[in-house]
């Protein structure tokens, strides 16, 4: 067999189903046996961006690992963006490119870049094959490696000789042997029974749990744990999902747009239980403010995130549910008691509001509301980046994992559609909505011809007001009302000081995404006032293909509530 087919049968005894991609000169080779594969879907996308952020949304849907399939040069570095944004959320994907000729690397040849060097700090792992030798053991290592322990992305670089090679006695291995990684499942029992103790005697615990849960399959055992002991849980952005929004003791999210009770409880507590979360900046805010009354317990299977970012007093190395399971039978009881019943008080005094809409304007919060009510419970709702990622995450009511798809260490615009793509095409039986902005949309807006030409029925829901949201509300709230280059229909006609909304601003729409999506081959529908609303949504949701929903909405909206960036949690902005 040559590397081609070597690689081809790989990716079958490894469960792949599906790759996305784009082709170029070298990976021919790959393609050419692609071209009689049945096994293995390819979805051309339009651009590579999308094509690793299509593996990154099929993985986070599935729980499996997604695949990307790219040539060298151009084709490889567009997929930079797509891996680091899997690094920092923690998602498992394998990246494959192309390389040129193997005697030709260094020699700044047609299309070569470094791809071994670029990806050395976004990637759990990267490979460069310049053996043919060495290609089964590396496929196998590179599935074993983003999936197990913390999963994360890899990248495989493949000169076009090792594609073209061939090896006799070819077998792909039944294992794996890495010397130096062995990620630990179990955690150490004496550290769990301290944590089981300082449980049992916390007058103010609370569990602060995030996308660790949902990666290890734990959403159960969490459940179970807040059940017996009736802890007070906030969860983080990529957590969304594990604990039912419904839940009694569930506080929200935390964090520089989490809720106030959320902030309030981690500023209050005396014992944080910590799971499965990487203390990212945006929910600690100064990190010597951060919890200053508690012990701090966390949970992780990367002992590289404990200690890292906050002092920890009580380490447990392992896997979430694993780690659950043990700590669940060593607890006692708890019933609520006065820190319970504050907590409540929180949410009752500080819930989430905003000022509703009239005939003339949509408030982008009452949308998500609206989406809320006519999506069904195993809906997966992938968001894009900015105001209309924060509104998704505070109004939206999640009950299962794996149903809120977002990119969130990177913050990674444009993440929103191919995600969606990799989702639907991952979980055919679910309904699959995508809410984006304007802004992001335009970003991989390409891949609306993807969705139709490939029938992918992504449900896409844009929140338009017509400025880069997220960046306007901080030139809103702390740079003087100076709107510079965030209004998406600034021309030349407008004022020197674009303050919004004026006569001078362009009438039309520009882009006219309804007409952007017809060109496309997709339904495109628009509201802009408050009774269309409804309309849309029930005729866009009940569509049985793509389709693109547009809700022109109040500009001037911002996201609330807010913790300002470098101030303690306790600095809470409630907006109007």
């Excluded at 049968?9 to 000169?25: A, H, M, N, R, S």
């Excluded at 998602?91 to 299309?111: C, E, K, L, M, R």
């Excluded at 073209?164 to 769990?192: C, E, H, S």
């Excluded at 006609?493 to 882009?511: A, H, I, S, V, W």
Aim: charge should be neutral; hydrophobic fraction near 40%; glycine fraction near 10%.
């Amino acid at each position: 067999m040559n590397g081609a087919e070597i690689l081809i049968d790989g990716l079958k005894k490894e469960g792949v189903d599906t790759i996305f991609g784009y082709p170029g000169g070298v990976v021919i080779p790959i393609f050419d046996v692609l071209y009689s594969c049945r096994e293995i879907k390819f979805l051309l996308t339009r651009h590579e961006q999308g094509a690793v952020h299509a593996a990154d949304g099929y993985a986070r849907a599935t729980g499996k690992v997604g695949v990307a399939l790219v040539t060298s040069g151009p084709g490889a570095t567009n997929t930079i963006t797509g891996i680091a944004t899997a690094k920092l959320d923690s998602s498992p994907i394998v990246v494959i490119s192309g390389q040129v000729h193997t005697n030709n690397i260094g020699t700044d040849a047609f299309q070569e870049t470094d791809m071994f060097g670029l990806t050395r700090s976004i990637c759990k792992h990267n490979y460069l094959v310049k053996n043919i030798l060495d290609l089964p053991h590396v496929l196998k290592e590179a599935f074993y490696i983003a999936r197990s322990g913390r999963p994360g992305p890899v990248s495989i670089d493949i000169p076009v000789d090792v594609a073209t090679a061939k090896l006799k006695n070819y077998n792909y291995p039944d294992d794996v042997k890495l010397p130096g990684y062995k990620p630990v499942l179990r955690g150490n029992p004496m550290q769990i029974e301290k944590l089981a103790r300082a449980i049992n005697v916390a007058q103010k615990p609370l569990l602060y749990t995030g996308g660790g849960i949902v990666s290890a399959g734990a959403s159960e055992e969490l459940r179970q744990l807040i059940d017996k002991t009736q802890i007070p849980v906030v969860v983080t952005l990529m957590g969304l999902g594990s604990v039912p929004h419904n839940h009694p003791c569930f506080l929200g999210m935390p964090g520089m747009h989490g809720r106030v009770a959320a902030n309030k409880a981690l500023v209050e507590c005396d014992l944080l239980i910590a799971i499965g979360v990487r203390f990212d900046d945006r929910i600690t805010g100064p990190r010597h403010t951060f919890v200053p009354n508690a012990t701090v317990a966390h949970i992780d299977i990367d002992p590289a995130e404990i200690g890292k970012n906050v002092r920890t007093h009580i380490p447990v190395v392992g896997n979430a549910k694993d780690v659950l399971k043990d700590l669940i039978e060593k607890v006692k009881p708890r019933v609520k008691n006065s820190w319970n019943e504050r907590t409540e008080y929180w949410e009752e005094k500080y819930p989430l509001t905003y000022k509703k809409s009239d005939e003339e304007t949509i408030s982008p919060q009452f949308v998500i509301e609206r989406v809320n009510k006519f999506a069904g419970p195993e809906t997966i709702v992938v968001t894009d980046v900015g105001q209309n990622q924060m509104w998704t995450a505070l109004y939206y009511h999640y009950c299962q994992p794996r149903k809120f798809l977002s990119s969130g260490g990177l913050g990674t615009m444009g993440f929103g559609l191919p995600a969606a793509m990799g989702a639907a095409l991952g979980k055919p039986e679910n309904q699959v909505i995508c809410i984006s902005g304007d802004g992001g949309i335009q970003m991989n807006i390409q891949e609306l011809a993807t969705c139709a030409i490939n029938r992918i029925p992504v449900k896409l829901i844009v929140i338009n007001n017509f400025y880069l949201g997220m960046v306007r509300q901080w030139q809103d709230l702390f740079w003087d009302k100076k709107y510079s280059q965030v209004c998406l229909l600034h021309s030349p006609d407008c004022p020197d000081e674009c303050r919004g909304p004026n006569e001078n601003c362009p009438p039309q729409y520009l882009p006219d995404l309804v007409k952007v999506a017809e060109a496309n081959g997709l339904p495109g529908y628009r509201a802009t006032s408050f009774s269309e609303v409804d309309e849309v949504l029930k005729k866009g949701l009940a569509h049985d293909g793509p389709v693109l929903m547009e809700f022109v909405v109040n500009r001037l909206e911002n996201v609330f509530p807010m913790v300002s960036a470098g101030k303690p949690l306790s600095d809470i902005m409630m907006g109007d």
